[in-house]
């Protein structure tokens, strides 16, 4: 029983094109966020939901927004993808804003 | 600007000896460390943390080692084992919080059997 999961495992599209990528954790955590794998292999921060807050990192363009229909769920759209978009995209989740981060294992995003 | 810092993209090493994996940083705010081990095409998975009030945190084989004024820390495995391939990365935070974890690039360790 996967602990956070997330779909799809591979999303390849167009550009311009408009997809959404869902994230779903059975841990009872209070707290979800979205990471990006760049091609550098760096994990940055995209966005963390917390009770309703949502704490954007300043650098990813508003053509991303998180949405959370319940404290279980927080689904990620994307709108005009770009070339640039093309990552893996990894959901997690913690208990009360805390370090220890549980991951899903990842939606390889790819735009053509 | 990297504020954590993995040097070495890779390491291979023997099973049954240590692996060290290392880590700086440049951001003398951190106060809580952790390392995620993460398998191919899987999410990564938690291993072992430290906060700086420590030195040391020992985990099964697993040991962390904090040196605050040198800004680094580093990750021992001993004795390594071939399930234990995989990248490792460093993470670091502010206050103990998850909204500013940074990430390590990653190191990949390989152990031969």
């Known amino acids: 029983d996967t602990a956070v999961s997330q779909t799809p495992k591979y999303l390849v599209t167009q550009m311009g094109n408009d997809k959404s990528i869902k994230c779903e954790q059975n841990?009872?955590?209070?707290?979800m966020y979205w990471y990006k794998q760049d091609s550098k292999k760096f994990l940055k921060i995209m966005f963390s939901y917390n009770n309703k807050e949502l704490i954007i990192n300043e650098t990813v363009p508003n053509r991303f927004s998180p949405k959370s229909p319940d404290k279980a769920h927080l689904n990620l759209h994307i709108n005009s993808l770009e070339l640039g978009d093309s990552a893996v995209y990894f959901c997690?989740?913690?208990?009360?804003?805390?370090?220890?981060?549980?991951f899903g294992s990842g939606t390889q995003l790819s735009v053509l | 600007d990297q504020q954590v810092k993995q040097n070495s993209p890779s390491l291979s090493v023997q099973e049954g000896r240590i692996s060290i994996l290392n880590c700086d940083y440049t951001n003398s705010m951190f106060d809580y460390f952790l390392w995620y081990k993460k398998y191919p095409a899987e999410g990564p998975t938690f291993l072992i943390s430290?906060?700086?009030?420590?030195d040391k945190n020992e985990d099964g084989r697993f040991t962390v080692f904090l040196n605050k004024s040198a800004k680094h820390l580093s990750l021992h495995i001993v004795p390594s084992q071939p399930g234990d391939s995989a990248v490792y990365f460093c993470a670091a935070s502010v206050q103990g919080g998850s909204e500013k974890l940074v990430f390590g690039k990653g190191t990949k360790l390989t152990v031969n059997p």
């Open positions: 430290i906060s700086s009030i420590k």
């Open positions: 841990l009872g955590h209070d707290t």
């Open positions: 997690a989740s913690s208990q009360a804003k805390g370090p220890k981060l549980f």
